[in-house]
């Protein structure tokens, strides 16, 4: 008598009730088989079968991202890739995307994410990472209350490489062993998925039984621990995962005074229950994560005992989900699903600095706005800085699938909830207003917890379409998505307004075409949607920015009668006008596969106006200049007051940042991936991927520019701001293929893999402009247009920029091109010791640009390292 | 008697192996012979050179080589080859405008390159006066540094001296720090240094023409800060018995009400640390204000950066006939280019030998007194050539 049954997820089977007698127990699978086993079964038994993979599955294994079949551009990476891979860090599997290259991490700077980019400029264009999402285990890392910084409160800032406030997820943070499998959405997400403009990162983390991993990695820059197991609870579905891992790294092998440390721990727990109408799974996790920046100041450039920075970021996940699959035929609801999660950060930046005054210096440290007495800054004093940074998030989804037909339509439809709350209980700057570390930045303490939090509410409804005409499949999935801001103040034009995203994409799957013995799958795709990015707390809720002003520096000889006074000025810094960020996306896809060899192209335009930049805004300030002849200096017998002092009234322009909506990035590219069969015997496969991109970063807004510093009209600086319309910006581009050669040979249980990048040409080309402002101001406030009188006048003339064509022409970097080598040995599948070398060599011609030799070559040394792994 | 044969033989051997060697390497030195032209300053007439002295100086050997004029007649000149600085002094007479005059006259020419056989060298000639009217005494530009070895910077200060026999008045001068590097040699567009100091920040003695009078062999202190500087760094000096201060930008400005200030012309001068700039001190042409002067002398320069984009400034030009002492600065390890026209300063002094050195802190640059006139009255060494009229790295002469 035969019986059979069907394994839920991870491998569990029920026969349910059995006679008693004598069985053989085997299995029937694609991917796994198991040598037969006997049974004689006279009570209630657990038999386990141990599986291995079935030998016909090489074709399934990559070592580089895989093209998912999926109604968008999707790359995914699972496991063995970024085993081969050999990453620090979430940032190094950036190399397996179309455009990507490797490179040499860089643990002590923040590291962000640029998708479908050309270039990479510093400042204005932190839309791109911000705009990028990164889901674990279907919950966002939220970075909305990240408030952690110090620029303006320390001179040099320590922390500007690292600063992370509005620019979203700090890859390094990120480690990649408790990793199952990484999909990075590139083109339109499903509406499912929000608050985003450029792109989703879905990270799946491990589940289900694993034995003991342990992974030691080390290069020049770092050394890496990892330790993983999966355990199953014994008479229970139920699993849990325990991770955890440790980096300790410097910013180069030679620097012990800058490095970064990251300790990650995770704890996850699945539980499943089944009967014959429903699929349950439960999960749970905590996570604890941890990361140190250190810098110490290196002696020959501070007061090496005194002068430290330590960025510490601790932060506290709990994430539980749970999953009702409705599995009897029929049924309109199809499942069902809650995921919530609230994470905690305890951030720290202490900052400790020898303060010495360059000269004796006007200390402004009044809270208030007006004219104040003010005092001297002590000589030299050791100033602290404490950052206290409590980001809280909570975050609650809610989705729904149903499926019905009508006619011959099959619909997938997913309703939803998304609740994101985000709020920074932080102290913020704390130090002593008395012993600044910055005595000549105008700033002041604030604290975080002042802030309101932010809630953001978002529902999507989209319908998944597939019918079939003839032998041809068609797909569309359309939805939509709004997002809104329910709980801001009415002053603000983002308030209670409600932010609409609506996407398509559709798939057409033609019918094989034969060609010779095999058939030519081809399907073909489009796409287009908005992806609507809400700014940050930082952006909406911005600190004050003051300006001081000193009005009254008498400075005696006898101490006794000094006297400083300091008009200060407070803006609250808020662009009440702010919106989100909106990208309006539109992509092409064609997918062709033959006899497993695989070739998948996509064409996008990305057109993004709203981007978040700090822009200058200019003011007028009236303040006193007292003058310290109207008091007879040599004959004070008792301090002198402000009042005796006769003064003059004075004006000048003064700026400020704020947020506004002025970056424009358009990107615009080919992406494209082959991917060959294995060729029999040498288990090799052929993958060439690459990408053309063509980025255009503009600045929208007109620009205001203050007049040169070093232009004195009657001894009073910055008395003119010029206005110019030209479009700020650059045009990028880039032309890359990556070739890599693989062979996976599991009988030796080696893979090897080599990989040939080379970037064909960059480019870059500035837009035009003629450096003539269009309108000038003058403290008057008001505007003149710039004429050619305006060029004759001795000051006006400085607002001229002088530019000529050859700051505009294209300017094209040949070829740069690196070998990487990659080495995998498995020993029986308990131990593998894996090496690599980056830039074994390249090749890196010197170009001529304007009659200039640009040298390049002799600049690069390998990168390399190796690791150990180990199964127990 | 065997061994010394064995000596002998080991000798020889060795000898043949030296003589091998050595006939492997051509020792013989390459010379040129120089062709030299001397052109005179424009706009003289008749004028008749005598006692020149030509000194060329082998750059990488250091070594000298000096050759007589006999009359006009150029020497006849073979030199090794190599990279040579050519100096050149003596004596002219010339007639201007009817006058017949009696002066010195020098030449300068750096980096030429003596090679190839036969080289021809135009040097033109510029007259100097050795008893100039003021000049600068001493220029303390690296500032202090703390006990707890912080930079401190208020401190820094010109010392502008009276090396006339005349009274002179301060009132108008003009003193104004290079826009260029001295570390930095780069070919701008246009090259106005023949006739002009391109200066970067400028600053100017204030007063109606006669209200700051400096008497012969009297000098003016022109502090960063005019306050006393010990309060706030032990190892600082009191600057406030200062003839005049700075105004610095607003935020490190102070203000001794006791201490008059400058006027700002252009820009706020900090004083570069590390000595990388040049000084001059000038005047305005009698009666041209500060908006006519900027008005007449704005141009914009470019060089082109080594990737090969170019990069324009705009600044001000300071005409050399206006300057009344110039002052090049440098630090040897990383000297490029003098910042001035040879005729203002064909030389450079430095403190640090080496870019950034925290041995500079606390020192300054001081010319050397040239003789001491019975009356007592200093007269200080000014042959426009800082390299011999200062001492480098010398103690500030206001540190106590």
């Given at each position: 008598?035969?019986?059979?049954?069907?394994?839920?997820?991870g491998?569990?089977?029920?026969?349910?009730?059995?006679?008693f007698?004598?069985?053989?127990?085997?299995?029937a699978?694609?991917?796994?088989?198991?040598?037969?086993?006997?049974?004689?079964?006279?009570?209630?038994?657990?038999?386990?079968?141990t599986?291995?993979?079935?030998l016909?599955?090489?074709?399934?294994?990559?070592?580089?991202?895989?093209?998912?079949?999926?109604?968008?551009?999707?790359s995914?990476?699972?496991r063995?890739?970024?085993?081969?891979l050999?990453?620090?860090?979430?940032?190094?599997l950036?190399?397996?995307?179309?455009?990507?290259?490797?490179k040499?991490?860089?643990?002590?700077?923040?590291?962000?994410?640029?998708?479908?980019?050309a270039?990479?400029?510093?400042?204005?264009?932190?839309?791109?990472?911000?705009?990028?999402?990164?889901?674990?285990?279907?919950?966002?890392?939220?970075?909305?209350?990240?408030?952690?910084?110090?620029?303006?409160?320390?001179?040099?800032?320590p922390?500007?490489?690292?600063?992370?406030?509005?620019?979203g997820?700090?890859?390094r943070?990120?480690?990649?062993d408790?990793?199952?499998?990484?999909?990075?959405?590139?083109?339109?997400?499903s509406?499912?998925?929000?608050?985003?403009?450029?792109?989703?990162?879905?990270?799946?983390?491990?589940?289900?039984y694993?034995p003991?991993?342990?992974?030691?990695?080390?290069?020049?820059?770092?050394?890496?621990?990892?330790?993983?197991?999966?355990?199953?609870?014994?008479?229970?579905?139920?699993?849990?995962?325990?991770?955890?891992?440790?980096?300790?790294?410097k910013?180069?092998?030679?620097?012990?005074?800058?490095?970064?440390?990251?300790?990650?721990?995770?704890?996850?727990?699945?539980?499943?229950?089944?009967?014959?109408?429903?699929?349950?799974?439960?999960?749970?996790?905590?996570d604890?994560?941890?990361?140190?920046?250190?810098?110490?100041?290196?002696?020959?450039?501070?007061?090496?005992?005194?002068?430290?920075?330590?960025?510490?970021?601790?932060?506290?996940?709990?994430?539980?989900?749970?999953?009702?699959?409705?599995?009897r035929?029929?049924?309109?609801?199809?499942?069902?699903?809650?995921?919530?999660?609230?994470?905690?950060?305890?951030?720290?930046?202490?900052?400790?600095?020898?303060?010495?005054?360059?000269?004796?210096?006007?200390?402004?440290?009044a809270?208030?706005?007006?004219?104040?007495?003010?005092?001297f800054?002590?000589?030299?004093?050791?100033?602290?800085?404490?950052?206290?940074?409590?980001?809280?998030?909570a975050?609650?989804?809610?989705?729904?699938?149903?499926?019905?037909?009508?006619?011959?339509?099959?619909?997938?439809?997913?309703?939803?909830?998304?609740?994101?709350?985000?709020?920074?209980?932080?102290?913020?700057?704390?130090?002593?207003?008395?012993?600044?570390?910055?005595?000549?930045?105008?700033?002041?303490?604030?604290?975080?917890?002042?802030?309101?939090?932010?809630?953001?509410?978002?529902?999507?409804?989209?319908?998944?379409?597939?019918?079939n005409?003839?032998?041809?499949?068609?797909?569309?999935?359309?939805?939509?998505?709004?997002?809104?801001?329910?709980?801001?103040?009415?002053?603000?034009?983002?308030?209670?307004?409600?932010?609409?995203?609506?996407?398509?994409?559709?798939?057409?799957?033609?019918?094989?075409?034969?060609?010779?013995?095999?058939?030519?799958?081809?399907?073909?795709?489009?796409?287009?949607?908005?992806?609507?990015?809400?700014?940050?707390?930082?952006?909406?809720?911005?600190?004050?920015?003051?300006t001081?002003?000193?009005?009254?520096?008498?400075?005696?000889?006898?101490?006794?009668?000094?006297?400083a006074?300091?008009?200060?000025?407070?803006?609250?810094g808020?662009n009440?006008?702010?919106?989100?960020?909106?990208?309006?996306?539109?992509?092409?896809?064609?997918?062709?596969?033959?006899?497993?060899?695989?070739?998948?192209?996509?064409?996008?335009?990305?057109?993004?106006?709203?981007?978040?930049?700090?822009?200058?805004?200019?003011?007028?300030?009236?303040?006193?200049?007292?003058?310290n002849?109207?008091?007879?200096?040599?004959?004070?017998t008792?301090?002198?007051?402000?009042?005796?002092?006769?003064?003059?009234?004075?004006?000048?322009?003064?700026?400020?940042?704020?947020?506004?909506?002025?970056?424009?990035?358009?990107?615009?590219?080919?992406?494209?991936?082959?991917?060959?069969?294995?060729?029999?015997?040498?288990?090799?496969?052929?993958?060439?991927?690459?990408?053309?991109?063509?980025?255009?970063?503009?600045?929208?807004?007109?620009?205001?520019?203050?007049?040169?510093?070093?232009?004195?009209?009657?001894?009073?600086?910055?008395?003119?701001?010029?206005?110019y319309?030209?479009?700020?910006?650059?045009?990028r581009?880039?032309?890359?293929?990556?070739?890599?050669?693989?062979?996976?040979?599991?009988?030796?249980?080696?893979t090897?893999?080599?990989?040939?990048?080379?970037?064909?040409?960059?480019?870059?080309?500035?837009?035009?402009?003629?450096?003539?402002?269009?309108?000038?101001?003058?403290?008057?406030?008001?505007?003149?247009?710039?004429?050619?009188?305006?060029?004759?006048?001795?000051?006006?003339?400085?607002?001229k920029?002088?530019?000529?064509?050859?700051?505009?022409?294209?300017?094209?970097?040949?070829?740069?091109?690196?070998?990487?080598?990659?080495?995998?040995?498995d020993?029986?599948?308990?131990a593998?010791?894996?090496?690599?070398?980056?830039?074994?060599?390249?090749?890196?011609?010197?170009?001529?640009?304007?009659?200039?030799?640009?040298?390049r070559s002799?600049?690069?040394?390998?990168?390399f390292?190796?690791?150990?792994?180990?199964?127990? | 008697?065997?061994?010394?044969?064995?000596l002998?033989?080991?000798?020889?051997?060795?000898?043949?192996?030296?003589t091998?060697?050595?006939?492997k390497?051509?020792?013989?030195?390459?010379?040129?012979?120089?062709?030299?032209?001397?052109?005179?300053?424009?706009?003289?007439?008749?004028?008749?050179?005598?006692?020149?002295?030509?000194?060329?100086?082998?750059?990488?050997?250091?070594?000298?080589?000096?050759?007589?004029?006999?009359g006009?007649?150029?020497?006849?000149?073979?030199?090794?080859?190599?990279?040579?600085?050519?100096?050149?002094?003596?004596?002219?007479?010339?007639?201007?405008?009817?006058?017949?005059?009696?002066?010195?006259?020098?030449?300068?020419?750096?980096?030429?390159?003596?090679?190839?056989?036969?080289?021809?060298?135009?040097?033109?000639?510029?007259l100097y006066?050795?008893?100039?009217?003021?000049?600068?005494?001493?220029?303390?530009?690296?500032?202090?540094?703390?006990?707890?070895?912080?930079?401190?910077?208020?401190?820094?200060?010109?010392?502008?001296?009276?090396?006339?026999?005349?009274?002179?008045?301060?009132?108008?001068?003009?003193?104004?720090?290079?826009a260029?590097?001295?570390?930095?040699?780069?070919?701008?567009?246009?090259?106005?240094?023949?006739?002009a100091?391109?200066?970067?920040?400028?600053?100017?003695?204030?007063?109606?023409?006669?209200?700051?009078?400096?008497?012969?062999?009297?000098?003016?202190v022109?502090?960063?800060?005019?306050?006393n500087?010990?309060?706030?760094?032990?190892?600082?000096?009191?600057?406030?018995?200062?003839?005049?201060?700075?105004?610095?930008?607003?935020?490190?400005?102070?203000?001794?009400?006791?201490?008059?200030?400058?006027?700002?012309?252009?820009?706020?001068?900090?004083?570069?640390?590390?000595?990388?700039?040049?000084?001059?001190?000038?005047?305005?042409?009698?009666?041209?204000?500060?908006?006519?002067?900027?008005?007449?002398?704005?141009?914009?320069?470019?060089?082109?950066?080594?990737?090969?984009?170019?990069?324009?400034?705009?600044?001000?030009?300071?005409?050399?006939?206006?300057?009344?002492?110039?002052?090049?600065?440098?630090?040897?390890?990383?000297?490029?280019?003098?910042?001035?026209?040879?005729?203002?300063?064909?030389?450079?002094?430095?403190?640090?030998?080496v870019?950034?050195?925290d041995g500079?802190?606390?020192?300054?640059?001081?010319?050397?007194?040239?003789?001491?006139?019975?009356?007592?009255?200093?007269?200080?060494?000014?042959?426009?050539?800082?390299?011999?009229?200062?001492?480098?790295?010398?103690?500030?002469?206001?540190?106590?």
């Amino acid at each position: 008598m035969q019986f059979r049954t069907f394994s839920a997820n991870g491998g569990r089977f029920s026969f349910g009730p059995l006679p008693f007698g004598t069985y053989k127990v085997s299995i029937a699978g694609m991917l796994f088989k198991a040598p037969g086993k006997t049974v004689h079964l006279h009570k209630d038994q657990q038999v386990e079968l141990t599986v291995e993979k079935a030998l016909q599955t090489l074709q399934e294994v990559f070592i580089t991202a895989s093209e998912a079949k999926a109604m968008t551009s999707t790359s995914v990476i699972d496991r063995r890739a970024m085993q081969h891979l050999q990453p620090s860090s979430f940032t190094d599997l950036l190399e397996l995307l179309p455009g990507g290259r490797s490179k040499d991490p860089a643990l002590t700077t923040m590291n962000r994410i640029r998708l479908r980019e050309a270039g990479a400029p510093e400042t204005g264009y932190d839309i791109s990472s911000l705009g990028t999402a990164f889901l674990v285990d279907g919950a966002p890392i939220n970075t909305t209350a990240n408030l952690q910084s110090v620029s303006v409160y320390v001179a040099n800032d320590p922390n500007q490489y690292r600063n992370t406030t509005n620019r979203g997820v700090d890859m390094r943070t990120l480690s990649t062993d408790d990793i199952e499998k990484v999909e990075i959405v590139r083109g339109i997400p499903s509406v499912e998925y929000g608050d985003l403009t450029s792109g989703l990162i879905k990270i799946e983390r491990k589940k289900g039984y694993t034995p003991i991993t342990a992974r030691m990695k080390t290069d020049g820059f770092s050394k890496l621990f990892a330790l993983g197991k999966g355990f199953n609870v014994p008479g229970q579905d139920m699993s849990v995962n325990v991770d955890l891992g440790f980096l300790d790294s410097k910013s180069k092998p030679t620097d012990n005074f800058t490095n970064y440390k990251r300790i990650n721990s995770s704890v996850r727990a699945e539980k499943r229950w089944e009967n014959s109408l429903r699929r349950m799974k439960w999960a749970g996790s905590f996570d604890y994560a941890t990361t140190v920046d250190n810098q110490r100041t290196d002696p020959d450039n501070g007061y090496a005992p005194v002068d430290k920075f330590r960025s510490r970021f601790n932060r506290y996940v709990f994430n539980t989900s749970l999953k009702n699959e409705v599995t009897r035929l029929g049924a309109l609801v199809k499942s069902w699903e809650v995921n919530t999660q609230v994470d905690y950060q305890r951030d720290r930046m202490d900052v400790t600095k020898w303060v010495q005054a360059r000269s004796a210096t006007v200390l402004a440290n009044a809270l208030t706005e007006g004219e104040h007495d003010a005092t001297f800054i002590t000589p030299s004093y050791a100033a602290e800085l404490l950052v206290d940074g409590r980001p809280f998030n909570a975050f609650l989804k809610a989705k729904m699938n149903i499926g019905f037909r009508t006619a011959a339509i099959t619909h997938d439809v997913k309703l939803g909830l998304e609740t994101n709350y985000s709020k920074n209980f932080g102290k913020g700057q704390v130090y002593d207003l008395t012993y600044p570390m910055n005595p000549t930045g105008s700033a002041r303490p604030r604290a975080f917890d002042t802030i309101p939090g932010m809630l953001n509410q978002s529902f999507f409804a989209e319908d998944m379409m597939t019918f079939n005409v003839g032998r041809h499949k068609v797909s569309t999935a359309a939805g939509l998505r709004g997002m809104s801001l329910p709980a801001m103040d009415g002053k603000y034009a983002i308030a209670s307004k409600i932010y609409l995203d609506p996407r398509i994409n559709m798939r057409w799957a033609l019918p094989g075409l034969p060609a010779g013995q095999h058939r030519l799958q081809v399907t073909l795709g489009a796409g287009f949607g908005l992806h609507t990015k809400m700014p940050t707390l930082d952006m909406l809720y911005p600190n004050p920015k003051y300006t001081d002003i000193v009005q009254l520096n008498f400075y005696h000889n006898n101490p006794e009668y000094r006297k400083a006074n300091v008009a200060t000025y407070v803006a609250d810094g808020i662009n009440y006008h702010l919106k989100p960020a909106v990208n309006r996306k539109l992509e092409f896809n064609g997918d062709f596969e033959l006899n497993g060899n695989r070739l998948s192209l996509t064409y996008f335009h990305e057109k993004l106006t709203s981007g978040f930049r700090t822009v200058a805004r200019f003011r007028v300030l009236d303040f006193k200049v007292y003058d310290n002849r109207s008091v007879d200096a040599g004959n004070l017998t008792a301090p002198p007051a402000t009042s005796d002092f006769d003064y003059e009234h004075a004006r000048q322009f003064f700026s400020y940042s704020v947020t506004a909506n002025g970056s424009a990035l358009i990107k615009e590219g080919v992406e494209f991936q082959f991917v060959s069969r294995r060729l029999p015997g040498i288990n090799t496969r052929f993958t060439m991927n690459g990408a053309w991109f063509k980025t255009n970063y503009v600045n929208s807004f007109p620009l205001y520019k203050g007049i040169s510093a070093n232009v004195i009209v009657d001894g009073k600086q910055s008395q003119y701001v010029g206005v110019y319309d030209y479009q700020d910006g650059a045009y990028r581009g880039q032309l890359n293929t990556n070739l890599t050669v693989d062979s996976y040979l599991p009988v030796l249980g080696l893979t090897v893999s080599a990989s040939l990048q080379n970037i064909w040409y960059r480019m870059e080309q500035y837009h035009y402009n003629d450096g003539t402002p269009v309108q000038y101001m003058g403290v008057d406030g008001v505007l003149h247009p710039y004429t050619k009188e305006s060029l004759e006048d001795p000051n006006l003339v400085w607002l001229k920029e002088t530019t000529s064509g050859i700051l505009f022409q294209k300017r094209i970097v040949p070829v740069d091109l690196q070998g990487n080598v990659k080495v995998t040995k498995d020993f029986k599948k308990k131990a593998a010791v894996s090496m690599f070398v980056n830039r074994l060599f390249t090749y890196t011609p010197d170009y001529v640009f304007n009659n200039t030799i640009n040298r390049r070559s002799g600049f690069s040394s390998p990168y390399f390292g190796m690791e150990l792994n180990l199964n127990f | 008697m065997r061994q010394f044969k064995l000596l002998l033989f080991i000798l020889a051997v060795a000898g043949t192996v030296f003589t091998a060697a050595c006939k492997k390497d051509n020792l013989t030195i390459r010379q040129s012979d120089v062709g030299l032209t001397l052109t005179p300053p424009a706009g003289l007439q008749n004028v008749r050179t005598s006692n020149v002295v030509l000194v060329f100086k082998e750059s990488n050997s250091g070594v000298d080589s000096t050759f007589q004029m006999n009359g006009s007649m150029p020497p006849v000149i073979i030199l090794p080859d190599g990279s040579y600085e050519v100096t050149l002094e003596g004596d002219v007479e010339y007639e201007l405008d009817g006058v017949k005059y009696s002066r010195k006259i020098r030449g300068h020419k750096q980096g030429v390159a003596v090679s190839g056989g036969s080289v021809t060298l135009d040097i033109p000639l510029f007259l100097y006066d050795e008893t100039a009217g003021l000049v600068f005494k001493e220029i303390f530009f690296t500032g202090t540094v703390t006990p707890e070895g912080k930079q401190y910077n208020g401190d820094k200060y010109f010392i502008i001296y009276n090396n006339s026999e005349d009274t002179l008045y301060a009132d108008g001068l003009v003193i104004a720090e290079a826009a260029f590097l001295s570390t930095t040699k780069r070919t701008y567009d246009p090259d106005v240094m023949p006739e002009a100091f391109t200066p970067g920040s400028i600053v100017m003695i204030p007063g109606k023409g006669t209200d700051h009078p400096i008497y012969p062999g009297k000098q003016i202190v022109v502090a960063n800060n005019a306050i006393n500087h010990k309060e706030y760094n032990p190892n600082s000096f009191d600057l406030s018995k200062s003839e005049f201060e700075l105004t610095m930008l607003g935020s490190i400005n102070v203000d001794n009400p006791q201490v008059p200030d400058l006027v700002n012309v252009n820009g706020f001068m900090t004083m570069h640390n590390r000595g990388f700039k040049s000084y001059i001190m000038g005047r305005l042409p009698e009666g041209t204000t500060i908006d006519q002067y900027k008005e007449t002398q704005k141009y914009t320069y470019s060089y082109i950066q080594t990737n090969g984009t170019p990069r324009y400034t705009e600044g001000y030009k300071f005409p050399n006939s206006w300057i009344i002492d110039a002052v090049n600065l440098s630090v040897p390890a990383v000297f490029e280019w003098i910042l001035t026209a040879p005729a203002l300063d064909m030389g450079w002094t430095y403190c640090g030998k080496v870019d950034s050195d925290d041995g500079r802190y606390g020192k300054s640059v001081k010319r050397a007194v040239l003789s001491t006139n019975p009356d007592g009255r200093v007269i200080l060494k000014d042959t426009n050539n800082s390299t011999k009229d200062f001492e480098a790295e010398a103690r500030p002469s206001l540190m106590q």
